[in-house]
């Protein structure tokens, strides 16, 4: 008979660990960008590097989570707002950032207790009404400048060429925190029942699993995560405006990279906003033209292709980036006939 | 007799599990056939299978010579097959009588319609308006079966009656089998219970891990050997009923 | 005197939400999914309108006569392929193909008809209204009320009292089962799509008739749908128009006071119903 003993389980194999090496080695070319190329290269990277951060956010909300959000502008807005405020009290931006994850978390969790009373796709509906709702509020305050947005302080005596790079770096740095902390998140306890969840809901309750718990836990950290960009474009843009960082567009950026980079696998926010950037990069200027054919991208990918690039990728070679699973490294075949019969006489 | 219904070499799969292995069998008019098997032997698959909702990796369906196997299962229902589902799954917002007529959606004609359920079932008359859900489990069983009546099927599928009932209103509602199979229908039911189901048929077929591996005349069938069958002890006892020998491997 | 009026114009209001809603009620009801394009299509189809009326020499009511058939069929058609298709792809599909289209539809009204506001000429029928005591009651308005409750009767007769009525419920309640006595699911999918969009562009088209509409208004209608079905309670109709006026007397009544508070004050009794009363103002059966 088959028993566990006979299985040996690994989480990574070889291509796993000879990947950490090559991302090590891309996070370093990264690093010396600023040294190598004009600023206005490493300044648009900086949206790359905000694209991959709320991806991969949206990703681990919906991809592993199952919770689809429309609404996660909300704490982009949030994350914003809160580092003009700490500015105007004297904290460094780059500082004020970590404060807007914290407070971007601390309003996800009573927003979780409205927004978790409905159900799929009405969740996804719900999410963007409580977005709008923060924006309205927000521009209720004059002190941020009403409808109008503000300026942020305490970057300005910078030398431009300084701050640019300095921005860089920190937006390069979160991103690769955020990318490697969902990694640690998918293989912790959290992560496995996650799985456990996706695989099916009402088993795991059974099994113990508080499944509310646990997708209330992925909603704070995507809430966080998002805040975190929120503080990057403020720091980069120097402002904020309220209708463009409440911006459901935001969204649409999210569920395009993810689903045309693979929903469900770490790597697919990072293929995804690649090649949105990508797009970006080249057709922006067709403006409407661009827009519909993101959506048509969208569309064609959502109904026909629901793996994404990196899940037909990784389908076909069985190679992960980020071993989050598990597979049989090797199996010690005891030969089992599942048709003999139980009881012979 | 002409042969109704004929399954013939079926393969079907539920993910990756092999539910019904190379399974045929032919149903002939006004006859009743019991499927017998343990739980997991794929005996709701084939139900499924015949008719429709479930499709086969293999294999063809016949009935009365024509090939269905392509059909969805609305088209088998006009076609004239009616499955009664396991665990009676009736339409929880729709009242009993709405439950009912939802049957005459393929207006397929026939001997019966709601007079003649009622009939059949003289209690649902007064109580036709209400919400099914406070519906015994055999009440809820009776309508579940009127449902599929009402399409007036040429075959019936039933699908665990006894499912959660006490055995006395199962006994019941198999005491108006024989009414249903005098207006034309054949029936094609599956059951866990060796003796009920023997008590019943004219005919039945033993199922284990998706194989034949008894058929017979249910009244030459003994109980012992449909229970060895049953539970695959599959050796000893002299083998005068057709066998497969699948069985012994 | 004023607040009288206010509330009269708030329930007028809230009769063109329900007509929004509805549709949105019933795909929801049947299949479980949103049509997050749903507002889109509305103003999809008030733009069509437009262009037909602007150039050809027809009546308005032989527009509205050609248009909203049209997009019934365009529904059905909709949900036979794409819709259908995602279903199958998992659940997460129809919402990420919806919010595709809502982009499409957007950028393709903006490129046709540029981001300027546009109005669909009615003639009279936009301005005129008629006294009830001291307070004027606009015909317009009166006709969207009117509409919508005659919608959700038709919807409420097609479900109780056909076959085809019969057995959308039994599907919403059990496809799987359903298919056993008979249905084709994917038909019926088809016709309650089908009705969804029908509804939704009487919606447009009466959006159209009272007041300007841009290119981007369709998410704004979405989301005031999706309060009126919340607010009313998920899978009743009457809830929907219940929902769709409470909406309607609230936004209105706020606006009477500062009008720059009064979309915020819809949402916020969404949330209060959400916080509240979760199963809505008229619990539901389903369906």
Redesign the interface.
Known sequence: MNTPNSLLIRRSRRSSNLSFVALGLVAVGLVMMPYVVYQSVTSSMVMLFVLVIIASMWNLL?GFG?L?S?GQQAYIGIGAYTVIVMADLGVHPLIGVFFGALTSAMLALPTS??AF??R???F???T???A??YR??MI?FQFVGGADGKSLVGLSGLDPVMRSALTYWFALGIAILTVLGCFWLLRSRIGLALTAIRDDEVSARAGGIDATRIKRIVYLVSAAGCGLAGGILVVDALRVQPDAIFS?SWS?YM??IV?IGG?GYLEGPLIGALVFFAMQQFLAEMG??Y??L??????CA???F?KGLWGAFSQKTGFRLFPVGYHVAQRFDTPVDSRAPLFRN | MTTLLSVQEINVHHGQLHAVRDFSLDVNDGEKTAVIGANGAGKSTLMRAI???HRPTSGRIFLRGEDITDL????R??AGI??V?EGR?L????SLE?NL??????KRRGTWSLEAIFELFPWMKERRAKPVARLSGGEQQAVAIG??LL?NPDVLLIDELSLGLAPSIVARIYGMIPRVVETGCSVLFVEQNVAQALSVADRALCLLEGRTVLTGVASELERSEVEDAYFGVAHGRGGRKERNSDADS | MQILDALAQGILLGGLYTLFAVGLSIM?GVM???N?AHGDFAILAAFLAILLVGETSFPVWLVVAITVPAFAAIGYFLQRT?FQ??LN?????????T??????IQ??L??AFSANPQRLDVGQLATASFPVGPIAIPYIGVLGLMLAILCIVAIELFLRRT?TG??T??V???P??????????RHIYGLATGIAFGAVAIAGLLLAARSSVEPTAG?MR??FA??AV?IGG?GSLWGTLVGGLSLGVVQTLVAHFDPS?S??AG??L??LV??FR?QGLIPA???
Do not use: C
């Open positions: 919906a199952g689809v429309i207790w409205l009373r409905l799929g796709d009405y996804a509906v719900g963007w009404v409580i709008e709702v309205l509020v209720k459901v649409a569920i395009f689903i929903i409407t033209w827009l519909m993101l959506g048509v991208l969208a569309i959502a109904a026909w629901p | 008719a429709g909702t969805h299962a609305g088209r229902v006009e009616a499955l589902p799954r339409f929880r917002s729709l709405e007529l939802t049957g005459t959606y393929r449902r599929a399409s | 929801f479980r999914i949103v997050l794409l298709q995602s792809s998992g659940p997460l599909s129809t919402l990420l193909v919010f595709g289209m809502s982009i499409v950028n393709a903006l490129e076959a019969r057995m419920r039994a919403s309640d059990d799987d089962t359903a298919r056993l006595t008979g249905a084709n699911s998410s979405l989301i999706f309060e919340v998920l508070s979309i915020l949402h916020l969404f949330l959400l916080a979760p059966r389903s369906l």
